[in-house]
T-cell receptor
Framework: QKEVEQNSGPLSVPEGAIASLNCTYSDRGSQSFFWYRQYSGKSPELIMSIYSNGDKEDGRFTAQLNKASQYVSLLIRDSQPSDSATYLCAVNAGGTSYGKLTFGQGTILTVHP | GAVVSQHPSRVICKSGTSVKIECRSLDFQATTMFWYRQFPKQSLMLMATSNEGSKATYEQGVEKDKFLINHASLTLSTLTVTSAHPEDSSFYIC??????????FGPGTRLLVL
């Protein structure tokens, strides 16, 4: 069974610190990797996508992918209270399941002033 | 702006009634859409895959006769919760796949069955 695992947290960091969110996946053939943010009572919104090994930066967010280790992470620099949310890691295996994502359980992040 | 819309955003109904939720892709054609359910403080649970022009594919444990899915066009999928009961109260979210491989989510529909 294809699985995506995340530490459910909660992860608590002080304002201004770096928040590090981790995710591992079991399907070695996975092609695409995404991070979604979900505020309480809202639907998920896409914040980062990554497709090849290495780092991808977008503003305060950096996604890191290591396919050999089947590991993907999200770093949030200069964390703000508004970053407090649940972060979902999602993996797309590609092929016939293209477009159907497998989600992790989500990590709850709390940024305290 | 939003690329997937849902209607209604919130619905309250009596036990035993049926509720229809619409999901529209606004700026692209979607031959496939996904329906999720999320209970409070729990993760997303995929219910079914909606396929334009053919039957929906349901996940294990999801009753296809209770959760009717119709993908009437390339921009519209509907989920009907038939004979709703209080345990069906949940947050229902649809999504559509993008060429990037990501899914674009609708804003969700909060269903409360009394």
């Amino acid at each position: 069974q294809k699985e995506v695992e995340q530490n459910s947290g909660p992860l608590s960091v002080p304002e201004g610190a770096i928040a590090s969110l981790n995710c591992t996946y079991s399907d070695r053939g996975s092609q695409s990797f995404f991070w979604y943010r979900q505020y309480s009572g809202k639907s998920p919104e896409l914040i980062m996508s990554i497709y090849s090994n290495g780092d991808k930066e977008d503003g305060r967010f950096t996604a890191q992918l290591n396919k050999a280790s089947q590991y993907v992470s999200l770093l949030i620099r200069d964390s703000q209270p508004s970053d407090s949310a649940t972060y979902l890691c999602a993996v797309n295996a590609g092929g016939t399941s293209y477009g159907k994502l497998t989600f992790g359980q989500g990590t709850i992040l709390t940024v305290h002033p | 702006g939003a690329v997937v819309s849902q209607h209604p955003s919130r619905v309250i109904c009596k036990s035993g009634t049926s509720v229809k939720i619409e999901c529209r892709s606004l700026d692209f054609q979607a031959t496939t859409m996904f329906w999720y359910r999320q209970f409070p403080k729990q993760s997303l649970m995929l219910m079914a895959t909606s396929n334009e022009g053919s039957k929906a594919t349901y996940e294990q444990g999801v009753e296809k006769d209770k959760f009717l899915i119709n993908h009437a066009s390339l921009t519209l999928s509907t989920l009907t919760v038939t004979s709703a009961h209080p345990e069906d109260s949940s947050f229902y979210i649809c999504s559509a796949p993008r060429t990037s491989g990501a899914e674009a989510f609708g804003p969700g529909t909060r269903l409360l069955v009394l």
